[in-house]
T-cell receptor, first 114, second 116 residues
């Protein structure tokens, strides 16, 4: 089945220690997204890629970076995690082109910062 | 300004009851898209429906139905004969077609609890 895969499902890191979360997709979608979701809140878009074009949301902290080496993979790097970065991180994909299409989400990575 | 309001923070019903989740949106665009997503306790967001602003037909999918009314800027979601597996947080979201950033404007979500 076509899907969005996120690894790891759970990640524990220390305060200030860099961490990388990964996402892969078999849907062959043009657009890949990274969201941060904190408890009892809606997802918050951090950035997205349309093919290789990177689009950063204005309020995404510089501490968060992303890489998309190819169509299938996308990474979220948190350079110096703070306690406030503890959250669920969701990767999603969608078709590109004219119109706005539904996004398909991975299962998420729950990040704990100690 | 774009906005999505889900006024019901939490709804609790007994299994087999019908339940309607409200979604009211604000947009200045004439072309826009509305979505519903389900987030069960496992955490994965599941796409339920996408509707564009030119298609006001109501949609039925099994026990799920959606009522889109542009006159009241609402896109409500009804579950008929609810089941325990329907327990989840449900999000309504809006995107304007001209938004090149593919930004979804999310409602705050409604937590639905189905009691056996």
């Amino acid at each position: 089945d076509a899907m969005v895969i996120q690894n790891p499902r759970y990640q524990v890191t220390q305060f200030g220690k860099p961490v990388t979360l990964s996402c892969s997709q078999t849907l062959n979608h043009n657009v890949m997204y990274w969201y941060q979701q904190k408890s009892s809140q809606a997802p918050k878009l951090l950035f997205h890629y349309y093919d290789k074009d990177f689009n950063n949301e204005a309020d995404t902290p510089d501490n968060f970076q992303s890489r998309r080496p190819n169509t299938s993979f996308c990474f979220l790097d948190i350079r110096s995690p703070g306690l406030g970065d503890a959250a669920m991180y969701l990767c999603a994909t969608s078709r590109g082109g004219t119109g706005v299409y539904e996004q398909y989400f991975g299962p998420g990575t729950r990040l704990t910062v100690t | 300004a774009q906005k999505v309001t889900q006024a019901q923070t939490e709804i609790s019903v007994v299994e087999k009851e019908d339940v309607t989740l409200d979604c009211v949106y604000e947009t200045r665009d004439t072309t826009y898209y509305l979505f519903w997503y389900k987030q069960p306790p496992s955490g994965e967001l599941v796409f339920l429906i996408r509707r564009n602003s030119f298609d006001e037909q109501n949609e039925i999918s099994g026990r799920y139905s959606w009522n889109f009314q542009k006159s009241t800027s609402s896109f409500n979601f009804t579950i008929t004969a609810s089941q325990v597996v329907d327990s989840a947080v449900y999000f309504c979201a809006l995107s304007e077609a001209g938004d090149s950033n593919y930004q979804l404007i999310w409602g705050a979500g409604t937590k639905l609890i189905i009691k056996p």
